[in-house]
């Protein structure tokens, strides 16, 4: 069977409060984007994980996907599998790369055992997995918080603007970005601020995260700057970073970024 989990982006990042868990609650929205990776998994006498395409750091059985096998093995009689994993989404990029394979694995995983699980049981099998996991089992755009993995439904269809990924040549951890920040309880909530005219969203709905991030990498503040001077209506860095992404009416010309990044036209 195969699946193809796609990328998110953050639409607003306010972290609000230090947990006593050592997370950090947060308000964001998620919004699903056209960036796959492809996800395949057969029977087989032996688990075994192998992947192409971009190179995942980390050893086999710290990827999401394994260790996403391991917990349902716990609960459940499954065969070993084989895992392969097309790897597209560009990784410490900010767009969920790796949760979304672990969600789309637990799908996959549901439907090809007949596992019954419904979509909050396996949501809650996503969160185990991470911050991030839970909101790629429904897959779409809401409102999220606490850890992230809290949801409020919201409508927001981007689909008639031009949506443009910038991936620059650089890597940021999530724990890397959480260092540094001063959660700041939120006076207007990103449920509400989200409804505003997308003209206003500039001055309105801001990535606390990228006043970390920008002191360490000025090329991601260089690339938002751009993505305005180009026309966006909006551009923010993604979650944790490094990508960024440009709100456009129509498709910009974006030649002079395509040599040092990885622009995607959505
Ligand atoms: C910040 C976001 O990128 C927004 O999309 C996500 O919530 C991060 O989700 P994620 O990459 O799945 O993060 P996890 O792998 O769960 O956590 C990585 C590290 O990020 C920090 N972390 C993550 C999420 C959160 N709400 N508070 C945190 O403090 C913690 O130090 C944690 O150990
Ligand atoms: N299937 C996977 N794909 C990519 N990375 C994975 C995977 N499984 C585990 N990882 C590990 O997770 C780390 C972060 O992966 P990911 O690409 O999800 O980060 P991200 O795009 O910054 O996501 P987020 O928005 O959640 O911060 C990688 O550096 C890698 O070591």
Known sequence: ????????????????????????????????????????????????????????????????CVKGYHMLKQDYDLPPVSIHLHKHIPIGAGLGGGSSDAAFFIRLMN?????????????????????????????????????????????????????VLVMPPVHVSTGEAFRGIKPTPVKDSLFDLINEPIADWKKLIKNDFEQTVFKNHAEIRGIKAALYEAGAIYSSMSGTGASVFGIFAETPDLKFLEEENQVFYL
Request: glycine letters at 6%.
């Open 1 to 64: 069977m195969i699946l193809f989990p796609n990328a998110k982006i953050n639409i607003g990042l306010n972290i609000t409060e230090r947990r006593p868990d050592g997370y950090h609650n947060l308000e964001t929205i998620f919004y699903p984007i056209d960036i796959k990776d492809a996800l395949e998994v057969v029977k087989s006498d032996k688990l075994s994980f192998t992947s192409t395409g971009l190179e995942i750091p980390g050893l086999m059985e710290d990827n999401l």
């Open 111 to 163: 439907d090809k055992f007949k596992l019954g699980l419904s979509v909050d049981e396996m949501t809650d099998y996503a969160r185990r997995l991470g911050a991030d996991c839970a909101f790629f089992i429904e897959n779409k755009p809401v409102f999220a918080f606490e850890r992230g993995d809290e949801f409020e439904s919201i409508k927001l269809d981007l689909s008639a603007y031009k949506i």
